[in-house]
């Protein structure tokens, strides 16, 4: 006998006016879309990459993506992740921020997102420790939040652009010209360089070497990084040249901030021993997580 499907949330049909929400999801992408209610989006394992209209991010497990309610985003991920959202009624505990706020995770925020989950969208809304929990989980939200980093990527306005721009993305490690992205583009390098500098006010080298950047901030934190090796998986050729654009970029040298941000040996960001999905309390023994409704892609 096949095991049951698990059932599908929409989470503006959910009448708590806080929940938590995890899922184990293959790679996947989803439409443009906004929710009623503030997200708190997080992955336990595995990098999401998220982006609202302007800007985009990754989001690897050292970090997580507040997004306002009603803000229009869209999600993918290219590999495996476990997702752990939280979503908080406007007008709550929630702090009010029409923008949105992407912050380092800490051992304290890790363990509220996770613990979150144990009051699913069928919660009890009057449940007075889930009330007292969000509560608090909404207060620390603005402590976190003076932890916010600039560190994002300009976002496409158009197809073309935005093809050039997950080429560069997927093939971070390898050597690309201003050719080879232009005609995955379909357009011509003089054209490719017009669009960057209207749509996203930059040059395509000045974000290749962001997004490069950005991604070894990514491989650095996670356990046993490496920084040579580091180097070679984000296109750099010399551990030298590596080292001076990190710096330049993030203000430390790589080892530096290795050691500032790397996660403890023994636990990896994966955390796959504290990152179980919880069932709501007195949910009959066997019973079967709730899924995110992801809306599909749009052709």
Same mark, same amino acid.
């Given at each position: ?26 790679p996947f992408a989803s439409r443009w879309h906004a929710h009623r209610k503030h ?5 336990? +394992?595995?990098?999401? $990459? ?22 229009? $985003? ?31 995770? !800490? ?8 613990? #979150?989950?144990?009051?699913?969208? !069928? ?5 007075? =420790? ?17 932890? #916010? ?8 306005? !158009? ?28 357009? +011509? ?18 974000? =290749? ?28 050729? !010399? =551990?030298?040249?590596? +080292?001076r654009a990190f710096e330049r970029f993030a203000g430390e040298s790589p080892r ?44």
């Open positions: 006998m096949g095991r049951p499907a698990t059932p599908v949330v929409d989470v503006d049909a959910v009448d708590a006016p806080a929940f938590g929400l995890a899922d184990e999801l293959e997200q708190l989006l997080y992955s336990a +394992s595995g990098a999401l $990459h998220l982006e609202v209209e302007g800007a985009q991010w990754l989001l690897p497990p050292q970090r997580a993506a507040w997004i306002p309610a009603a803000m229009r $985003h869209r999600v993918r991920a290219t590999a495996p992740v476990a997702l752990r959202t939280v979503y908080l009624d406007p007008g709550g505990a929630a702090p009010e921020a029409e923008a949105p706020r992407v912050f380092s995770v !800490s051992p304290l925020a890790r363990e509220m997102i996770l613990y #979150a989950m144990r009051w699913g969208p !069928s919660h009890r809304a009057a449940d007075p =420790l889930a009330r007292a929990f969000f509560g608090a989980l909404g207060a620390l939200l603005g402590e976190w939040f003076g932890d #916010a980093r600039p560190y994002y990527l300009p976002s496409a306005r !158009s197809p073309e652009l935005g093809r050039a721009m997950r080429l560069m993305l997927d093939r971070i490690d390898e050597p690309l010209a201003a050719g080879e992205v232009a005609r995955a583009a379909g357009l +011509s390098t003089r054209t490719l360089a017009r669009r960057f500098a209207a749509e996203a006010q930059t040059t395509w080298r000045r974000f =290749l070497h962001d997004a490069r950047m950005l991604k070894a901030m990514d491989l650095l934190a996670r356990p046993g990084a490496r920084v040579t090796e580091t180097a070679f998986a984000v296109g750099f050729e !010399s =551990l030298g040249a590596f +080292s530096d901030y290795r050691r500032r941000v790397g996660a403890p040996e023994g636990r990896g960001p994966a955390g796959r021993g504290r990152t179980e999905t919880h069932t709501r309390p007195g949910a009959p023994a066997g019973a079967g997580s709730l899924r995110l409704y992801i809306p599909p892609v749009e052709n």
